[in-house]
């Protein structure tokens, strides 16, 4: 069950109608409403009013609305709707968007709607014409529209004798920004002014919150150039006002400056190469400056010209790729390209200033098949060349290294018996014979008695040095040394 | 005014988490506003990021369950143009508390007007995106006058936010704006913001 609360600013109403503004409630809780009539002691069965949030049921009052006029503007100081510290639109005070309407008083033909911020101005008007306005708040989110304020009515004053300058422009040029302005008359200075956007927003009366912009106070010409870094990133309003030393003209419309619109979009870094009969293009990134901010993800397509040294015709292409060719073109001809970054939005019509040009020359047609059909016959002729000689050279190295050893065919007419052909045949074989040398008998009595007969045989050779007069010399032929160990066996 | 403390520099943080989220949520009708604020957003990280003065454990015991909503959107798929309002809400929302402080020194000065033009330029590019789409769909659904009167899905999670920004902006009047209590308002909107951050960028990305 809910725990009813009375209603202050509803307890015993005669009317039909109640106040209870005073109520410090949340206006974004559902709350729910019931009502009964009394007379006396008795009183009536409740009557339920649904639940409601009053945010929601809310609606937007008037907005309360002070004028004051120039010759050709009028300053409209709007208040939000609601009171200072009204519950209902305390959250949203920064968020109201005022229109205006407004007339000349004779015709009210002529309407012109304006979104005006509060302590805004709407321009172009004729001097001294009464002219009368009404203004209504919204919220747009919410979707909800306030009710119009009451006309207002005032009268724009007599025409300056100084016109307020015309057509402020803001360009950035290096690391400055280039105020210019329009004036119709000579030998004039300038002042300029400048105040952070979002105080149009927080403030009413902002009037005091413009300052003067470095480098633009008291200047001869249209327009001043003062550095970057007077203003941090966010969004300003600039205004220009003229004088002649003595007297003032109002101020400009003031022009909205908004540091991150401002960007310089650079040109790009474009590199060819040619292939076969078409260019193969690469855009690349732009080159960076030290003072420039990183570069800010713009959605980008270039603009590619391209066109023949030779000829002047021009060929367009709009690409959003970064890496793409340009088929078909003639081979052995210089081309030429250069490119631009455009940003992706037809609203804005931001682009970079053009790339340098690069030249390039094509390759001649069809080469790559020539030198393909080229390389297939060489091959094909080399293979069996190829084989021919490595057959040669095998026959040489066989016939050197591995020689066949067959005797000439009329040898074997010759040579019947079977041990001849032996001896011829087995020349490299060598016979070896046991040789015992042939010594004294003295020499070996007395100087081994002890030593055993089959040491005698090796103990005679050694000693064959001295004694040398019964063996042969090594010299003589292989013949008499055979009978001579037949001889030395037979002893033994 | 009373005097506040120069604590709102920590609420900075979310404002410029809410900015970097919002750059997400920005669709190719925006994309150009996208850029920039990408960029005043980033800017805006940066200047929270400078702030360091820790929290003041004497404001520890005046701290208060603020209840943020956790669920904002009803949906399992909210539609983009619902979470954009949910940042447009709490950008202009933390705008709103960072307007009623006033500045103690001549560089606090400097530092909060940056940051406010920064939560003011999100803020607007918000604003004209969401415009922008809403007289797109205005054309296009004529007819279907319906859904524009009636329209109750996305305010409802507004309202919760409202709510929820409504206790903090009471919780400051009754305690006169104190330092203390700027310090924990201050905490929660850092919290705030990264919970929403956390909870709608993967589903920005999903679209």
Known sequence: MHNWIELPGCQYITGTTCDFSSVKLSVFEKIQLRIRAEKGNRTSPWHEVGSFIP?????????????????????????????????????????????????????????RTETVYPGGKIYKLSPETTYCLKVKARLRLHRKVGSYSPVYCVNTTVENKLPSPENIEVDVK???????????????????????????????NHSDKWQQIPGCENVRATQCVFPQKVFSKGAYFLRVQASDGNKTSFWSEEKRLDTEMQT??????????????????????????????????YPLIYEIIFWENTSNAERKILQKKTDFIVP??????????????????????????????????????NT????????????????????????????????????????????????????????????????????????????????????????????????TSRDSGNYSNEDENSGSKTSRELLQQGLV | MSAKPDVIQKCLWPACLVGLFITGILSQNCALLNVHLSTVTWQNLKLLSNRSKPFPIECLQEKKAFELPQEILSHTQPVKRDIKKVFYEISSQVFNV??????????????????????NQQMEYL???????EKESEDMKQMEEKIWSGAREPLLSNLELRRYFNRIGNFLKDK????????IVLVEIRRCVFYYFQKFTPLLRRK
């Not at chain 1, 005070?93 to 309407?101: A, H, K, N, P």
């Not at chain 1, 018996?417 to 490299?428: D, G, H, R, T, V």
């Not at chain 2, 006169?176 to 310090?183: N, R």
């Open chain 1, 55 to 111: 945010f929601r049921k809310a609606q937007i009052g008037p907005p309360k609305v002070h004028l004051k006029a120039e010759d050709k503007a009028i300053i409209v100081n709007i208040s939000p709707p609601g009171t200072k510290d009204s519950l209902m639109w305390a959250m949203d005070i920064l968020s109201f968007t005022y229109s205006v309407v407004i007339w000349k008083n004779s015709s009210s033909v002529d309407e």
């Open chain 1, 174 to 204: 290096d690391q400055s920004y280039v105020l210019k302005w329009d004036y119709t008359y000579e030998n004039m200075t300038f002042q300029a002014q400048w105040l952070r956007a979002y105080f149009k927003k927080i403030l009413g």
């Open chain 1, 264 to 297: 310089v979009i650079l040109p790009p870094v474009i590199s060819m190469k040619s292939v076969d009969n078409s260019l193969h293009i690469y855009i690349g990134a732009p080159r960076e400056t030290e003072n420039k901010s990183t570069s800010q993800h």
């Open chain 1, 328 to 365: 078909n073109l003639q081979p052995l001809t210089v081309y030429c390209v250069k490119a631009r970054a455009v940003i992706e939005d037809e609203k804005w019509n931001k682009s970079s200033v053009f790339s340098d040009i690069l030249c390039e020359k094509t390759k001649p047609g």
């Open chain 1, 368 to 463: 790559s098949i020539t030198w393909i059909i080229a390389g297939v016959c060489t091959a094909l002729f080399s293979i069996p060349v190829a084989i021919y000689v490595v057959k040669g050279l095998l026959r040489c190295i066989n016939y050197v290294f591995f020689p066949s050893c067959k005797p000439p065919p009329n040898i074997d007419q010759c040579f019947s018996e079977q041990s001849l052909k032996n001896l011829l045949l087995s020349a490299s074989e060598e016979q070896t014979e046991r040789c015992f040398i042939i010594e004294n008998s003295y020499s070996l009595v007395t100087v081994e008695e002890t030593s055993q007969v089959d040491e005698d045989h090796k103990q005679y050779s050694s000693q």
């Open chain 2, 98 to 119: 960072f307007s009623q402080h006033t500045y103690k020194s001549a560089w606090e000065e400097k530092y909060l007007m940056e940051i406010q033009m920064g939560l």
């Open chain 2, 127 to 133: 604003e004209q995106c969401l415009e922008e789409e």
């Open chain 2, 176 to 183: 006169k704006y104190s330092q203390c209590a700027w310090e």
